[in-house]
């Protein structure tokens, strides 16, 4: 689609805004502009008192022209109140045009409770910041209540954080199979599975450093996490070698939680599990995602929802003490009636966390090649199981406690992570709104170093392939040697 700007206009967030009404689109400088192009022009200007947005939206032979004045108001940065602006100005074309209305409004970020946290750490009420969110983010009330209530627990469960602490993510990048959804860089194929001892060697080497490196900074480890991928593709032999390594670095008296993903159901063996627990591992997921096998075939699962309660049966007989599940609503060929019976019969089970995710396709999901349109500006059913999903879980007893949003998600809709009362997993607290910094090992594995205030964010990426990670000289090499000294840099000046 082609985006023109005209104004002092963050690109990102035009961006970002188009998509609510635009999912799936490429912002090309090279298009041509033809009669059925999409196209959105904005345009800011500033005056005495505040800022004029207006945006002009074409889309499939319609147009809409939509202005928008912010006035300068107490507590709002010139750029929020432009932010605003223009928001409004996109959303008012956009609903002409579409006849819809996202309902997040114009918060277009990953972290939505990162936005609210100021507010509760002001003390103002869940009704003073439903009023905020409704009033200058244009979010429906549901969500505004949703969002509320999510930053208020955690805002309970951050001030616990112990002082001077950190998290581990270990990244194991290899899966059975490849969903077709699937955007991360995860080896699937049997030649790529044979490298896996090979990693384990290089990621070893990882470990210690980094642990090393961690204590030299005097940092304690508060979470591990173990994802991918699926950690457990590995067998229990290599299980065991993993784990070894990471818990000799461990001390047990500043370690909160322990995570190690088990997230297709059709890698899980009690031998796997035994050996996992018994390394002291408090938390493993096991994620149908939907339990309807016809679906499962579809998004390339090769699982089905036989295997999933056998493997959710066998977690939860090792006694590993919290199973977390997840489920996605919107999947290709889902139905409402077919999700929400999941959601049922999952909420059945009594897991101790259930995150229910909105179907999101990335740029390189497998799907997009086959041609089928898997993007939705309202996402049809969509809106309908999500909110079963939220009703049902409050009524079982769960309560939401994190929150994270994607660009390009099925009727723009959330992710929302619910836990019975102290069963929350602290990891994806500390991640998703940046509490402290986490430390990667592994190909892929970004270490995100977050200054005492919380206001100063550095990241540092591992390579992102194996077979780069691998090509990477042994022993102190370069890139080890690289995070090492991006973290001694950042402590000096920020821990
Ligand atoms: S299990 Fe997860 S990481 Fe692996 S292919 Fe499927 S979506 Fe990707």
């Not at 090979?198 to 900074?217: A, H, P, R, S, T």
């Not at 999101?360 to 309908?384: D, F, H, M, P, W």
């Not at 929302?416 to 102290?422: D, F, I």
Request: aromatic content about 10%; some cysteine.
């Amino acid at each position: 689609m082609k985006l023109y700007i005209e104004g002092d206009i963050n690109e990102y967030y035009a961006q970002t805004l188009c998509m609510l009404f635009f999912p799936g689109a490429k912002f090309s400088h090279d298009e041509e502009l033809t009669e059925k192009s999409d196209v959105v022009r904005l345009s800011l200007i500033e005056t005495d008192n505040g800022v004029t947005a207006t945006a002009e939206m074409r889309s499939g032979g319609k147009t809409a022209i939509k202005e928008r004045h912010e006035e300068y108001r107490e507590g709002l940065t010139k750029t929020r109140t432009a932010k605003i602006a223009v928001g409004v100005a996109v959303l008012a074309a956009g609903e002409e045009i579409f006849n819809c209305t996202p309902p997040w409004g114009i918060m277009t970020g990953v972290r939505p409770a990162k936005i609210v946290a100021p507010m509760v750490r002001e003390q103002m009420s869940s009704a003073e910041i439903r009023n905020v969110l409704c009033r200058d983010y244009f979010l429906n009330p549901k969500k505004a209540a949703l969002l509320t209530e999510i930053a208020k627990k955690e805002a309970k469960i951050i001030k616990k954080t112990p002082q001077n602490s950190c998290s581990v993510y270990i990244s194991i990048p290899f899966c059975p199979s490849r969903c077709t959804y699937c955007s991360f860089v995860s080896y699937s194929t049997k030649r790529l599975l044979s490298l896996i001892d090979d990693y384990l060697v290089k990621i070893q080497n990882d470990i210690d450093l980094m642990f090393g490196k961690i204590k030299d900074l005097g940092l304690s480890v508060a979470t591990v996490y173990i994802g991918g991928g699926t950690p457990t593709v590995l067998s229990a032999r290599q299980l065991t070698q993993l784990l070894a390594k990471i818990t000799e670095n461990l001390d047990p008296a500043t370690l909160l939680e322990f995570t190690c993903e088990a997230g297709r159901p059709d890698t899980v063996t009690a031998e796997k599990m035994k050996v996992i627990k018994s390394y002291g591992v408090t938390r493993v997921s096991v994620n149908p995602q939907t339990l309807n096998d016809m679906v499962l075939e579809s998004i390339g699962r090769k699982h089905t929802t036989e295997d999933f309660f056998r493997a959710y049966n066998t977690a939860r007989e090792s006694g590993i003490k919290y199973i977390n599940t997840d489920l996605i609503a919107g999947l290709p060929e889902e139905s409402f009636s077919s999700f929400s019976d999941s959601v049922d019969r999952i909420l059945k089970l009594r897991p101790d966390n259930v995150t229910f995710h909105t179907f999101c396709v990335k740029k390189a999901a497998e799907i997009l090649k086959s041609g089928s349109n898997v993007y939705s500006r309202t996402g049809g059913e969509t809106g309908k199981s999500v909110d079963y999903s939220q009703i049902a879980a409050g009524l079982a007893g769960y309560k939401p406690y994190y929150i994270y949003r994607q660009k390009n998600t099925v009727g723009n809709f959330e992710n929302v992570g619910y836990a019975l009362e102290g069963a929350e997993g602290l990891y994806n607290i500390y991640m998703m709104e940046e509490v402290h910094s986490v430390i990667g090992a592994g190909a892929g594995a970004v270490t995100k170093l977050v200054s005492k205030d919380r206001s100063v964010i550095k990241r540092f990426a591992m390579p992102k392939y194996p077979y780069e990670y691998l090509g990477s000289k042994d022993s102190r090499s370069e890139i080890f040697r690289d995070r090492d000294a991006a973290m001694e840099e950042f402590a000096r000046e920020y821990l």
